[in-house]
């Protein structure tokens, strides 16, 4: 006893110095619609996958000016060192200059070129960066839906451990009680000791589960605290009850798990990303293969300059010369480089073929074990709540029993803490079904949609049990 009472003291300290900053902040009330949409902005994963959907927009734009002309302006200014003029003396004639010494060099510049054939070069390059950009966005909502998912976990496991919380509370209410009046009956000499002690022990375990559970809802408290973006310290008061099990989710128990995965495999977002990045692999390869085929472009130039170097002879003026051409270029041979790449190309867009393969493989385990785990669920919750229906009745009668003395203090105690137990596991099994049926959500690759705020449970009196008013004196 004495070593069960120290270890109770020390979880005491342990647990109201870790709950001590929750103590101090004020109560934040969050609905689960607005945990998932604080989660969705303050996400920082998120935000690094709208950052790369922004990137591959970008690559989109570069790809499709590909297709524009290209102007480039320049101008500049040397001075050269001084030369000899080449003069030209004939006979008869005055001396001619034909290379003067002119040191300044002044040019302007301007050019434009135009693709004109490139081998389907810059078409695969937009399709591939497009199926990319595609790719980026479904990627976002892919997260979109992982965030979904660990903030409802998240928000429900908080449920679960403020209600376990409570329950316990009650449940050390009601020993207190048997406990007060268990000794009163020692004092009278109409029970022994070791009944004192027995509903002590148990009164400690309560108290003992009791702090774990306000340490496992501080952590929880924490946890959502985080994915919300709200300060540390914030005590979040969930408003989403646990009572019976949401319609929705006894439908979708009944659903064929074959309709399902047919429905996952359109609507999950990782799949429609693996798809376009297999086109983009692909037009990837169309790019690869472009290199070995002719190009051709069209170019455009005009020069300002003084002196202007396709003038002869050189004067000291400013003169404007303009040309215009095709050129066609052709990899006569390259090594085996753009036959390479392009086998590299099409390796990799098959490798991404098969994940998407594996994928929809696993997809389809993983849809029908959601299915199954609703379906656990629910009928974990409905043997929960017979089972919690069933320890009330047995404490209402051993109470009426005990008071009778027809049953000594161990049967009514054994069947408070039977009470206990089916209020803690009535409580898990309400949050396996939520927890169950976001999950199947998430499988599906359907938006979670939370159910509707249902009437929270009756508070109970002080003195009362899970349920069952404590014994009287």
């Known amino acids: 006893m004495t070593i069960t009472i120290r270890c109770l003291a020390f979880s005491v300290v342990v647990v109201l110095t870790g709950s001590a900053a929750f103590a101090q902040g004020e109560a934040f009330r969050l609905t689960l619609p607005d945990a998932l949409e604080r989660a969705r902005r303050n996400s920082p994963h998120l935000a690094e996958l709208s950052a790369q959907q922004t990137a591959a927009e970008a690559g989109l734009r570069g790809?499709?000016?590909?297709?524009?002309?290209?102007?480039?302006?320049?101008?500049?200014?040397?001075?050269?060192?001084?030369?000899?003029?080449?003069?030209?003396?004939?006979?008869?004639?005055?001396?001619?200059?034909?290379?003067?010494?002119?040191?300044?060099?002044?040019?302007?510049?301007?050019?434009?070129?135009?693709?004109?054939?490139?081998?389907?070069?810059?078409?695969?390059?937009?399709?591939?960066?497009?199926?990319?950009?595609?790719?980026?966005?479904?990627?976002?909502?892919?997260?979109?839906?992982?965030?979904?998912?660990?903030?409802?976990?998240?928000?429900?496991?908080?449920?679960?451990?403020?209600?376990?919380?409570?329950?316990l509370r009650e449940a050390v209410t009601a020993y207190e009680a048997h406990l007060t009046d268990a000794r009163h009956r020692f004092d009278y000499g109409v029970a022994a000791r070791n009944e004192v002690l027995a509903v002590q022990v148990e009164r400690d375990r309560a108290e003992l589960a009791r702090l774990q559970a306000e340490n496992a809802a501080a952590i929880a408290n924490a946890d959502l605290g985080r994915l919300v973006g709200l300060p540390s310290g914030t005590l979040i008061e969930p408003t989403e009850p646990l009572p019976?099990?949401?319609?929705?989710?006894?439908?979708?128990?009944?659903?064929?798990?074959?309709?399902?995965?047919?429905?996952?495999?359109?609507?999950?977002?990782?799949?429609?990303?693996?798809?376009?990045?297999?086109?983009?692999?692909?037009?990837?390869?169309?790019?690869?293969?472009?290199?070995?085929?002719?190009?051709?472009?069209?170019?455009?130039?005009?020069?300002?300059?003084?002196?202007?170097?396709r003038i002869v002879p050189p004067r000291d003026e400013f003169r404007g010369t303009w040309a215009a051409g095709v050129t066609v270029s052709l990899k006569a041979f390259d090594g085996g480089r753009s036959a390479a790449a392009a086998?590299?190309?099409?390796?990799?867009?098959?490798?991404?073929?098969?994940?998407?393969?594996?994928?929809?493989?696993?997809?389809?385990?993983?849809?029908?074990?959601?299915?199954?785990?609703?379906?656990?669920?629910?009928a974990g919750l409905a043997v929960t709540e017979r089972n919690l229906e069933a320890a009330r009745e047995n404490v209402k009668v051993a109470k009426d029993r005990y008071r009778e003395g027809v049953i000594p203090s161990t049967e009514l105690l054994d069947a408070e803490t039977a009470l206990l137990r089916a209020g803690l596991d009535q409580t898990s099994a309400a949050t396996q079904v939520r927890v169950a049926l976001a999950n199947l959500e998430h499988a599906v690759g359907s938006s979670p949609s939370p159910p509707a705020?249902?009437?929270?449970?009756?508070?109970?009196?002080?003195?009362?049990?899970?349920?069952?008013?404590?014994?009287?004196r």
Do not use: C
Not at 256 to 285: C, H, Q, S, T
Not at 463 to 469: K, L, N, S, T
């Open 63 to 167: 790809a499709r000016a590909e297709t524009m002309p290209q102007v480039d302006l320049s101008g500049g200014y040397t001075r050269n060192s001084h030369v000899d003029e080449f003069v030209l003396a004939l006979p008869g004639q005055p001396p001619r200059v034909l290379f003067p010494d002119l040191p300044d060099f002044y040019r302007l510049h301007a050019g434009a070129s135009l693709p004109l054939w490139t081998g389907g070069r810059i078409e695969s390059a937009v399709t591939a960066a497009d199926r990319q950009r595609e790719a980026a966005g479904l990627d976002l909502a892919g997260g979109e839906h992982d965030v979904v998912l660990e903030t409802s976990t998240a928000y429900w496991r908080l449920v679960t451990a403020r209600e376990s919380e409570r329950v």
């Open 244 to 309: 019976a099990a949401p319609a929705v989710a006894a439908s979708t128990a009944g659903s064929d798990p074959e309709a399902l995965f047919a429905a996952a495999d359109k609507a999950r977002p990782e799949l429609r990303a693996l798809e376009a990045r297999i086109a983009a692999a692909r037009a990837n390869v169309d790019l690869q293969r472009a290199a070995a085929k002719p190009q051709a472009s069209l170019s455009l130039g005009y020069d300002y300059a003084n002196p202007n170097p």
């Open 343 to 378: 086998a590299q190309a099409a390796a990799q867009a098959d490798a991404l073929a098969r994940e998407l393969e594996d994928r929809r493989q696993r997809l389809r385990l993983e849809v029908t074990s959601r299915l199954l785990d609703v379906r656990t669920a629910l």
């Open 453 to 472: 705020p249902l009437p929270a449970p009756p508070a109970l009196a002080p003195g009362e049990g899970p349920g069952v008013r404590a014994p009287r």
